[in-house]
Protein backbone atom coordinates (compact mmCIF):
# COMPACT_ATOMS: atom_id res chain seq x y z
CA UNK A 1 0.00 0.00 0.00
CA UNK A 2 1.88 2.82 -1.34
CA UNK A 3 2.23 6.73 0.80
CA UNK A 4 0.06 8.04 -2.10
CA UNK A 5 -3.31 5.91 -1.84
CA UNK A 6 -2.83 5.92 2.09
CA UNK A 7 -3.18 10.00 1.82
CA UNK A 8 -6.43 9.05 0.07
CA UNK A 9 -7.67 7.00 2.61
CA UNK A 10 -6.70 9.39 5.41
CA UNK A 11 -8.51 12.37 3.50
CA UNK A 12 -11.04 10.58 2.68
CA UNK A 13 -11.82 9.82 6.49
CA UNK A 14 -10.58 13.02 7.93
CA UNK A 15 -12.91 15.23 5.73
CA UNK A 16 -16.21 12.32 6.53
CA UNK A 17 -16.09 13.23 9.99
CA UNK A 18 -15.58 17.08 9.67
CA UNK A 19 -18.44 17.26 7.38
CA UNK A 20 -20.69 15.43 9.37
CA UNK A 21 -21.07 19.01 11.63
CA UNK A 22 -22.43 20.50 8.29
CA UNK A 23 -25.62 18.70 7.94
CA UNK A 24 -29.01 19.14 9.71
CA UNK A 25 -31.89 17.08 8.24
CA UNK A 26 -35.44 18.61 8.01
CA UNK A 27 -36.48 16.70 10.83
CA UNK A 28 -33.63 17.84 13.37
CA UNK A 29 -35.02 21.54 11.69
CA UNK A 30 -38.49 20.92 12.66
CA UNK A 31 -36.89 19.31 16.27
CA UNK A 32 -34.89 22.61 16.90
CA UNK A 33 -38.03 24.84 16.28
CA UNK A 34 -40.73 22.75 18.02
CA UNK A 35 -40.93 24.41 21.29
CA UNK A 36 -40.22 28.17 20.07
CA UNK A 37 -42.88 30.19 18.98
CA UNK A 38 -40.26 31.82 16.97
CA UNK A 39 -39.86 29.96 13.27
CA UNK A 40 -38.35 31.05 10.42
CA UNK A 41 -39.97 31.19 6.94
CA UNK A 42 -38.45 29.77 4.03
CA UNK A 43 -38.08 30.64 -0.04
CA UNK A 44 -36.62 30.68 -3.20
CA UNK A 45 -35.18 34.11 -5.04
CA UNK A 46 -33.80 33.53 -8.41
CA UNK A 47 -31.51 35.60 -10.59
CA UNK A 48 -29.07 34.45 -13.19
CA UNK A 49 -31.17 30.73 -13.40
CA UNK A 50 -29.42 30.32 -10.62
CA UNK A 51 -32.10 29.51 -7.01
CA UNK A 52 -31.05 30.77 -3.60
CA UNK A 53 -32.48 29.30 -0.63
CA UNK A 54 -33.16 31.29 1.89
CA UNK A 55 -34.72 31.47 5.78
CA UNK A 56 -36.33 34.40 7.09
CA UNK A 57 -38.06 36.13 10.05
CA UNK A 58 -41.28 37.24 9.49
CA UNK A 59 -41.46 40.53 10.52
CA UNK A 60 -41.03 42.73 7.10
CA UNK A 61 -40.88 46.09 8.64
CA UNK A 62 -38.00 45.71 10.57
CA UNK A 63 -34.31 46.44 9.13
CA UNK A 64 -32.41 43.47 7.12
CA UNK A 65 -29.62 41.60 9.07
CA UNK A 66 -28.15 39.41 5.90
CA UNK A 67 -26.30 36.45 7.76
CA UNK A 68 -23.77 34.55 5.35
CA UNK A 69 -22.05 31.44 5.98
CA UNK A 70 -18.79 30.00 4.98
CA UNK A 71 -17.72 26.63 3.28
CA UNK A 72 -19.06 24.65 3.63
CA UNK A 73 -22.10 25.84 5.34
CA UNK A 74 -25.80 26.48 5.35
CA UNK A 75 -28.40 28.86 7.00
CA UNK A 76 -28.85 26.71 9.86
CA UNK A 77 -25.52 27.52 10.84
CA UNK A 78 -27.39 30.45 12.13
CA UNK A 79 -30.40 28.77 13.62
CA UNK A 80 -29.65 30.20 16.65
CA UNK A 81 -30.44 33.49 15.37
CA UNK A 82 -34.10 32.93 14.60
CA UNK A 83 -35.20 32.08 18.41
CA UNK A 84 -33.05 34.92 19.62
CA UNK A 85 -36.29 37.77 20.91
CA UNK A 86 -33.51 40.39 21.05
CA UNK A 87 -32.37 40.29 17.56
CA UNK A 88 -35.85 39.62 16.22
CA UNK A 89 -36.96 42.92 17.77
CA UNK A 90 -34.50 44.62 15.98
CA UNK A 91 -34.45 42.32 12.56
CA UNK A 92 -35.66 41.19 10.05
CA UNK A 93 -33.12 37.80 9.86
CA UNK A 94 -32.12 36.32 6.70
CA UNK A 95 -30.04 33.91 6.19
CA UNK A 96 -29.31 32.14 2.83
CA UNK A 97 -27.82 28.79 1.57
CA UNK A 98 -24.73 30.18 -1.14
CA UNK A 99 -24.63 28.66 -4.37
CA UNK A 100 -24.18 24.94 -4.53
CA UNK A 101 -25.21 24.27 -1.02
CA UNK A 102 -28.04 22.27 0.78
CA UNK A 103 -30.90 23.68 -1.29
CA UNK A 104 -29.59 26.55 -3.54
CA UNK A 105 -28.91 25.66 -7.04
CA UNK A 106 -25.31 25.31 -8.98
CA UNK A 107 -22.47 26.47 -7.49
CA UNK A 108 -20.12 28.90 -8.63
CA UNK A 109 -16.61 30.22 -7.28
CA UNK A 110 -16.78 33.38 -8.13
CA UNK A 111 -17.20 35.71 -4.93
CA UNK A 112 -18.70 38.33 -7.49
CA UNK A 113 -21.41 36.32 -8.82
CA UNK A 114 -22.25 35.21 -5.27
CA UNK A 115 -22.49 38.96 -4.36
CA UNK A 116 -24.89 39.40 -7.63
CA UNK A 117 -27.33 36.49 -6.00
CA UNK A 118 -27.46 38.00 -2.40
CA UNK A 119 -28.26 41.23 -4.13
CA UNK A 120 -31.22 39.83 -5.98
CA UNK A 121 -32.65 38.40 -2.76
CA UNK A 122 -32.15 41.35 -0.89
CA UNK A 123 -33.96 43.22 -3.82
CA UNK A 124 -37.01 40.98 -2.73
CA UNK A 125 -37.73 42.23 0.59
CA UNK A 126 -37.92 46.14 -0.75
CA UNK A 127 -35.06 47.21 1.73
CA UNK A 128 -32.81 50.20 1.49
CA UNK A 129 -30.22 49.50 4.51
CA UNK A 130 -29.10 46.12 5.19
CA UNK A 131 -26.67 45.02 8.57
CA UNK A 132 -24.44 42.53 6.94
CA UNK A 133 -22.68 39.53 8.65
CA UNK A 134 -20.30 37.21 6.77
CA UNK A 135 -17.49 34.38 8.63
CA UNK A 136 -14.93 32.91 7.30
CA UNK A 137 -15.34 32.60 3.66
CA UNK A 138 -18.35 34.42 3.12
CA UNK A 139 -16.99 37.37 4.76
CA UNK A 140 -15.57 38.21 1.37
CA UNK A 141 -18.66 37.96 -0.39
CA UNK A 142 -20.41 40.06 2.24
CA UNK A 143 -16.70 42.90 1.29
CA UNK A 144 -17.69 42.45 -2.46
CA UNK A 145 -21.08 43.22 -2.04
CA UNK A 146 -20.49 46.11 -0.12
CA UNK A 147 -18.30 47.60 -2.31
CA UNK A 148 -20.74 47.09 -5.23
CA UNK A 149 -23.92 48.74 -3.17
CA UNK A 150 -22.63 50.79 -1.13
CA UNK A 151 -25.78 52.56 -1.01
CA UNK A 152 -27.02 48.94 0.48
CA UNK A 153 -25.10 48.13 3.33
CA UNK A 154 -25.32 50.23 6.35
CA UNK A 155 -22.78 48.19 8.75
CA UNK A 156 -20.44 45.46 8.51
CA UNK A 157 -19.35 42.03 10.88
CA UNK A 158 -16.83 40.02 9.74
CA UNK A 159 -16.14 37.17 11.56
CA UNK A 160 -12.68 34.87 11.24
CA UNK A 161 -12.74 36.29 7.61
CA UNK A 162 -10.64 34.58 4.93
CA UNK A 163 -10.20 37.24 3.05
CA UNK A 164 -5.80 37.52 2.82
CA UNK A 165 -5.17 35.35 -0.69
CA UNK A 166 -1.39 35.34 0.57
CA UNK A 167 -2.44 33.23 3.86
CA UNK A 168 -4.64 30.95 2.53
CA UNK A 169 -4.40 27.50 4.44
CA UNK A 170 -3.99 24.37 2.91
CA UNK A 171 -3.27 21.00 4.75
CA UNK A 172 -1.95 17.57 3.73
CA UNK A 173 -5.04 16.29 3.13
CA UNK A 174 -6.52 19.22 0.52
CA UNK A 175 -5.22 17.62 -2.41
CA UNK A 176 -6.07 14.56 -1.71
CA UNK A 177 -9.66 14.87 -1.21
CA UNK A 178 -10.17 17.06 -4.20
CA UNK A 179 -8.65 13.90 -6.26
CA UNK A 180 -11.68 12.61 -8.33
CA UNK A 181 -11.39 9.14 -6.09
CA UNK A 182 -12.25 10.88 -3.32
CA UNK A 183 -14.26 13.38 -4.47
CA UNK A 184 -16.69 10.42 -5.82
CA UNK A 185 -17.60 9.33 -1.92
CA UNK A 186 -17.73 12.42 -0.02
CA UNK A 187 -20.96 14.17 -0.53
CA UNK A 188 -22.20 17.32 -2.78
CA UNK A 189 -20.86 20.19 -0.52
CA UNK A 190 -17.59 19.38 0.64
CA UNK A 191 -16.90 18.77 -3.08
CA UNK A 192 -18.50 22.23 -3.26
CA UNK A 193 -16.45 23.72 -0.48
CA UNK A 194 -13.34 21.84 -2.22
CA UNK A 195 -13.71 23.80 -5.30
CA UNK A 196 -14.29 27.32 -3.49
CA UNK A 197 -10.85 26.42 -1.62
CA UNK A 198 -8.71 25.96 -4.65
CA UNK A 199 -10.56 28.69 -6.42
CA UNK A 200 -9.83 31.04 -3.61
CA UNK A 201 -6.41 32.83 -3.83
CA UNK A 202 -7.41 33.73 -6.82
CA UNK A 203 -10.86 35.40 -6.31
CA UNK A 204 -9.38 37.31 -2.94
CA UNK A 205 -6.99 38.60 -5.74
CA UNK A 206 -9.76 39.97 -7.72
CA UNK A 207 -11.26 41.44 -4.61
CA UNK A 208 -8.01 43.53 -3.65
CA UNK A 209 -9.16 46.83 -5.62
CA UNK A 210 -12.55 46.63 -3.61
CA UNK A 211 -10.85 47.34 -0.50
CA UNK A 212 -10.71 51.03 -0.82
CA UNK A 213 -14.26 51.26 -2.10
CA UNK A 214 -16.13 50.26 1.60
CA UNK A 215 -16.86 53.11 4.16
CA UNK A 216 -19.14 51.56 6.13
CA UNK A 217 -18.71 51.13 9.89
CA UNK A 218 -16.85 47.54 9.57
CA UNK A 219 -16.66 45.66 13.36
CA UNK A 220 -13.80 42.34 12.69
CA UNK A 221 -13.18 39.54 14.85
CA UNK A 222 -10.70 36.88 15.19
CA UNK A 223 -9.75 34.37 17.33
CA UNK A 224 -5.99 33.38 18.40
CA UNK A 225 -6.70 29.79 18.08
CA UNK A 226 -8.28 29.51 14.57
CA UNK A 227 -6.99 26.38 13.18
CA UNK A 228 -9.06 26.83 9.87
CA UNK A 229 -7.29 30.20 8.88
CA UNK A 230 -4.75 31.80 9.21
CA UNK A 231 -4.95 33.82 12.44
CA UNK A 232 -3.34 37.15 11.04
CA UNK A 233 -6.76 37.39 8.52
CA UNK A 234 -8.24 39.59 11.21
CA UNK A 235 -5.21 42.01 10.93
CA UNK A 236 -5.03 42.35 7.45
CA UNK A 237 -9.21 43.04 6.85
CA UNK A 238 -8.38 45.72 9.14
CA UNK A 239 -5.21 47.28 7.60
CA UNK A 240 -6.75 46.69 4.35
CA UNK A 241 -9.86 48.58 4.82
CA UNK A 242 -8.17 52.16 4.47
CA UNK A 243 -11.45 54.23 4.00
CA UNK A 244 -13.74 52.75 6.17
CA UNK A 245 -14.48 53.11 10.14
CA UNK A 246 -13.58 50.01 12.25
CA UNK A 247 -13.01 48.10 15.01
CA UNK A 248 -10.15 45.09 15.13
CA UNK A 249 -11.36 42.71 18.13
CA UNK A 250 -9.03 39.83 18.77
CA UNK A 251 -10.26 37.07 21.11
CA UNK A 252 -7.14 35.10 21.72
CA UNK A 253 -8.46 32.02 23.76
CA UNK A 254 -11.15 31.37 21.22
CA UNK A 255 -11.46 29.30 17.43
CA UNK A 256 -12.88 29.72 14.35
CA UNK A 257 -16.44 29.23 15.06
CA UNK A 258 -16.61 32.33 16.65
CA UNK A 259 -20.88 32.58 16.41
CA UNK A 260 -21.45 29.57 18.58
CA UNK A 261 -18.08 30.10 21.00
CA UNK A 262 -19.09 33.27 21.59
CA UNK A 263 -22.93 33.94 20.49
CA UNK A 264 -23.84 35.99 23.08
CA UNK A 265 -20.80 38.63 22.42
CA UNK A 266 -21.74 38.78 18.74
CA UNK A 267 -25.20 39.45 19.18
CA UNK A 268 -24.52 42.08 21.75
CA UNK A 269 -22.21 43.64 18.84
CA UNK A 270 -25.41 43.66 16.58
CA UNK A 271 -27.68 44.82 19.18
CA UNK A 272 -25.25 47.88 19.55
CA UNK A 273 -25.74 49.16 15.74
Not at 13 to 32: D, G, H, P, V
Not at 48 to 60: E, G, R, V, W
Not at 172 to 177: E, G, H, L, R
Not at 265 to 273: G, H, K, N, Q, S
Request: hydrophobic letters at 40%; one cysteine or more; aromatic letters at 16%.
Amino acid sequence: MNFKFLSYISGFLFISSCTQNFKMSERNISKYFAQSSKKPFFGFSDTSKNKIFYAYSADTTKPILLLIHGAPGAWFGYKEFFKDSLLLSKYQIIAPDRSGYNKSGFGVTSIEKQAVFLKFLLQLHHQQKVSLVGRSYGAAIALKLTADNPELVENLLLISPACDPNKEKFWWFSKPINSKFIRFFLPAYANRASDEKFAHVQELKKLLPDWQKIRCPVTILQGGKDWIIDTSNGQFVDSALVNAPRKFLFLPQNGHRLTAERYEFVRDILLER
